[in-house]
């Protein structure tokens, strides 16, 4: 087996450049501080180009976090070819690499959906036709933004889930760009579908009077949500963006990897992602609930269930930070148990640690972002910085081969006959003692959720993480 | 070989046990988390039912409304500076202009070009401002006198804000007299709702003619607010606003809410008022808190005739600048069932919100339009509003 057949971000070994901690600290340092200059530079509302309006930004870090998944996941590189991919000077290749991104983004945004979608079919993808209309052009920007941005959303939950749950199927055996063509259209298409499903009655009755005869008013979710706002869907699509990544990262696509028929597996793949998603979706809206005390309809910010919803994918996101850390920069720890043991432990970690960047980031944001203390600023998204970062994580490992604490060398073929390994796993195998053990454990993880839904109320009661 | 089976069978237990905890921990979540049995089992929130006392009647009086005159500049300054988040006091709006355009302005710059002035030459103060400052004729100001009237027929008068523009304040007050009841000292107190713009930058027409009267701030002001204070001339009795109830004359008080706020400001403080026989009225500058969170506040902290909810006067913020979320539909459609019995509503409202309200049918108390109040649905400058009398 050649390593011309697996995807580049496979056929490479990531290797420390110096032992110990080190690699992983320089890393952090240089990235934190990439992350504040550019930060700086695009988005923070003192600095050069204030991004932060906060829509603008918003569509924009998405937008690139798509199309880094793009470039790195579905179209494999092309057309860079594996020899450039491999002898070029990292700095160089990253620096390429995010700017043909950028360039692209550039292209979809301002070509497909502001001139070709907002001038020939919807008109709220157009800014110039919004405040043609009357709306002013601070408004007309921030709402073509949020439609482009929510449609961003979605995708970053089908793209990659087509790649790590449905394994590229039925097209795993083109060729790019064919394969790179067709996934992309593919999830482009089902986004376009999920988007008319959740945010377009959002988008129709942003206007007055609402849009009834093109959208869905009042949504049909309105009832069960108890909110007209998409921030519902927001809610559990940003679920299933961060547990399509938990799955392919800190999950080793383990359990479901179990499953040895392939289109089982897939589809066990691609419906159980969306059933953790929902389920922890659930969870992070009663937490709130439970901390805050139930919501008044109709009210603004911490108390509104639309804010609730939001921050419900928010609070997700928080989840992804450490997760893709943990992954990247500490070769997924720990590794040495048994498989389900290492996730085990690593989803635990990673909640925990999740909890911990939340009540930093709560604590200390507004010192450094330009942003204001406090949760529920209307203008305000956390998942801004937190995208921000993670895309930059993303330049590092993806674009950059973990320059420069990590090189990539070439997997042998006994490393590359594994990858091919990995796909079903034979780790685990059903035995009496696995089942006693699941039984065990599955009345563990209950009682693990009941006490913490039961310790929630009294966090709320005892703990203030803003003064 | 038996203990090398006990061993697997002792990590397979150990394998199943880790997947299953990580499984059932989700299973919880997914199945229990949003159903009718969680929220069965949350704690219900005791009243603290604070007795404040009661007054007989509130009426307010509009100065003025209007923040601004053109809706399209002021979000296009803003717009253009960077956004929601932008410190205001960079944005180069007078009284804090330089003339160095978007963005550029600075507290100490703006302020240097007038302190001399402040408060007594409002008027050349003003003038030299408006040749450094953005769109220089848009800022109007928010204010409105509340006259309370207590249950032994006394009467006492209030401010809430003092607008933005010097040249627009000062009429308005002339319009409505505040010019001469500020200088007999009739007014008890100047409650400053929050540090916005079109609220409190205006405070050099209150304090030109009444430098001691007593003034309430939230204790969220940002630190060029505070120097403003003192750099208008300010000489009274301030009273930063720290606690969440603050009772001001039986009847009355003053609620502090803790919320961030567009452009760089921190925290309202809104007016909460019990009138005898009739309920709960409740006065704001803004409303950044959202009217539901503030009724939902007094609800659960204070003790009010009929434990009921009868009046609203001020801006609601919701749609201030006629943009849209559906959010604020959530409030249009759940309004009707808090009961309120006079809305008046304007300012950072919105005329959007003002119209949804009364397409559905909502008490709201019309305004005349007057004196550059754009919309007769709701109450302009000038009008006045009663609770109980
Ligand atoms: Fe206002
Ligand atoms: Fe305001």
């Known amino acids: ?467 | 070989m038996s203990k090398d089976n006990k061993s697997i069978s002792r990590r397979d237990f150990v394998k199943g046990a880790a997947t299953g905890l990580v499984a059932g921990a989700f299973a919880g979540m997914g199945m229990y988390s949003y159903t009718s049995s969680a929220y069965g089992r949350l704690p219900k929130t005791e009243r603290k039912m604070q007795d404040f006392g009661a007054c007989r009647s509130v009426r307010v009086t509009n100065i003025s409304e209007t923040s601004w005159f053109n809706n399209a500049h002021l979000i296009g300054d803003i717009h253009e500076a960077g956004g929601l988040l932008v410190n205001q006091y960079t944005l180069n709006w007078a009284p804090f202009a330089n003339g160095k355009g978007s963005a550029k302005g600075s507290y100490d710059e703006g302020i240097g070009s007038i302190k001399e002035l402040l408060p007594h030459d409002l008027k050349k103060a003003w003038e030299i401002q408006k040749k450094l400052a953005l769109h220089p004729d848009n800022p109007g100001g928010y204010s409105c006198l509340i006259e309370v009237e207590s249950l032994d027929g006394s009467i006492h008068k209030y401010l809430l804000d003092t607008g933005w523009s010097y040249e627009w304040m000062e009429d308005s007050f002339k319009r409505e007299g505040i010019d001469k009841m500020l200088e007999e000292q009739q007014i008890e107190a100047l409650f400053i709702s929050h540090e916005h713009w079109d609220h409190f930058w205006g405070l050099p027409v209150t304090v030109k003619y009444d430098n001691r009267i007593p003034l309430y701030i939230h204790d969220g002001f940002y630190e060029e607010g505070l120097r403003y204070i003192k750099d208008c001339g300010y000489k009274g009795d301030m009273t930063v606003v720290d606690k969440p109830i603050t009772e001001i004359v039986p009847g009355m008080a003053l609620l502090k809410f803790d919320v961030p706020i567009i452009n760089r400001v921190f925290g309202e403080t809104s007016l909460a008022f019990n009138i005898k026989d009739k309920g709960l009225v409740l006065i704001s500058g803004c409303c950044h808190q959202g009217i539901l969170k503030f009724a939902d506040f007094a609800h659960a902290n204070l003790k009010y005739d009929n434990d009921k909810f009868y009046g609203i006067y001020g801006g609601l913020h919701i749609s201030p600048f006629e943009d849209w979320d559906p959010k604020y539909d959530d409030l249009v459609i759940s309004l009707g069932q808090w009961g309120f019995e006079r809305i008046g509503c304007n300012h950072c409202t919105g005329h959007l919100t003002a119209k949804k309200f009364i397409e559905a049918g909502y008490p709201v108390v019309r305004g005349t339009a007057r004196f550059r109040s754009a919309s007769k649905d709701y109450l302009g400058n000038g009008d006045k509003i009663s609770f109980g009398c």
């Open chain 1, 1 to 467: 087996m050649d390593n011309s057949s697996v995807s580049y971000l496979e056929s490479r070994k990531l290797v420390k450049r110096w032992s110990g901690p080190i690699p992983a600290l320089v890393n952090t340092f240089i990235i934190l501080a990439f992350f504040y200059v550019t930060w700086w530079i695009f988005q923070d509302p003192r600095g050069l180009m204030r991004m932060y309006t906060p829509y603008v930004g918003y569509m924009v870090c998405r937008w690139l976090l798509i199309l880094f998944i793009w470039v790195a996941y579905i179209f494999d590189f092309w057309p860079f070819k594996r020899s450039w991919l491999r002898n070029t000077h990292p700095l160089i290749k990253g620096t390429v690499l995010t700017l043909v991104s950028v360039a692209a983004m550039i292209i979809l945004i301002k070509g497909f959906f502001i001139e070709i979608l907002g001038n020939f079919g919807i008109a709220y993808f157009d800014p110039g036709r919004l405040e043609a209309m009357g709306i002013t052009d601070f408004y007309s920007i921030e709402y073509a933004a949020e439609a482009i941005m929510m449609f961003a959303a979605i995708a970053s939950w089908l793209s990659p889930s087509w790649v790590v749950a449905c394994e590229n199927a039925p097209w795993q055996k083109l060729d790019q760009p064919a394969r790179g063509i067709t996934i992309a259209v593919v999830t482009f298409f089902m986004s376009m579908i999920v988007y008319f499903l959740t945010m377009h009655s959002h988008m129709a009755i942003l206007f007055y009077p609402w849009q009834k005869f093109t959208a869905i008013c009042p949504p049909y979710w309105e009832k069960f949500a108890n909110t007209v706002s998409g921030n519902f869907h927001i809610a559990w699509i940003m679920c299933c963006t961060v547990v399509v990544w938990l799955f392919e990262t800190i999950w080793e696509r383990y359990p479901f990897n179990l499953i040895k028929n392939n289109a089982l597996r897939r589809t066990a793949s691609f419906f159980g992602i969306i059933a953790i998603a929902v389920s922890l979706c659930f969870f992070l809206y009663y937490a709130q609930d439970l901390v805050w005390g139930e919501t008044i309809r109709g009210t603004r910010r911490l108390m509104a269930p639309d804010w609730r919803w939001l921050h419900v994918g928010e609070m997700a996101i928080f989840w992804l930070v450490p997760s893709l850390y943990l992954t990247f920069y500490c070769n997924n720890w720990p590794t040495k148990f048994s498989r389900p043991v290492n996730v085990c432990i690593r989803t635990l970690l990673t909640a925990a640690l999740a909890a911990l960047v939340y009540i930093i980031y709560y604590k200390t944001s507004h010192l450094f972002l330009g942003t204001q203390k406090g949760f529920s600023h209307p203008q305000q998204f956390p998942m801004i910085p937190m995208i921000w970062l993670i895309n930059i994580f993303l330049i590092n490992i993806w674009f950059m081969d973990g320059w420069p604490g990590w090189k990539a060398v070439p997997k042998t073929a006994a490393e590359l006959e594994e990858v091919k390994e990995e796909i079903v796993a034979h780790d685990v195998r059903w035995t009496p003692g696995l089942a006693k053990g699941l039984i065990v454990g599955l009345c563990a993880g209950v009682l693990l959720y009941v006490v913490i839904i039961n310790a929630l109320p009294w966090v709320g009661a005892n703990f203030t993480i803003i003064n």
